[in-house]
């Protein structure tokens, strides 16, 4: 990455971060724990860029595209239609969760909140391999 002023700041950045949650672990266990699962989901995260990339489709001369039988919006708004009532449930889920284990509900929390940005990345990937299709 090239060195610039934001480059500076999110590594400067990184670093407090970095060194405030160590002194928090060091004193909580509960934040240790939190710690923990943000650090696994962000090795995910970082595996993801090792994925192959998505393979462009050719598009065969004079071929038409089969309609779809639904529309593209309307497949949108049943997608986050679900996906915003989810994410109003979660606070009630993460808290019954974590009656029986603060562990477990810091695990589903960060898991349903990172869900949003799962769909919207492999949405990406999606009109990625499909980018020469629209004529």
């Known amino acids: 990455m090239e060195k610039n002023i934001f480059s500076i700041i999110l590594n400067v950045g990184t670093v407090l971060v970095v060194a405030a949650l ?4 060091y004193l909580n266990t509960t934040i240790a724990y939190s710690v923990g699962i943000c650090v696994l989901i962000g090795i995910a995260v970082y595996a993801f860029r ?5 393979k462009r489709r050719p598009r065969a001369e004079g071929a038409v595209a089969p309609s779809p039988a ?3 919006a309307s497949s949108a708004a ?3 239609a679900v996906v915003v009532g989810l994410l109003l449930l979660l606070p009630t889920i993460v808290l019954w969760l974590g ?3 603060p562990e477990l509900g810091a695990f589903v929390g960060a898991i349903g909140l990172m869900a ?5 990345w492999f949405r990406s ?3 990625r391999s499909h980018e020469g299709d629209q004529s």
């Open 22 to 25: 160590a002194y928090g672990s």
């Open 125 to 127: 990937r999606y009109q």
């Open 70 to 72: 639904k529309s593209p």
């Open 116 to 120: 949003m940005f799962l769909i919207l």
């Open 78 to 80: 049943i997608v986050v």
């Open 50 to 54: 090792f994925l192959p990339a998505p």
């Open 99 to 101: 009656s029986y284990s």
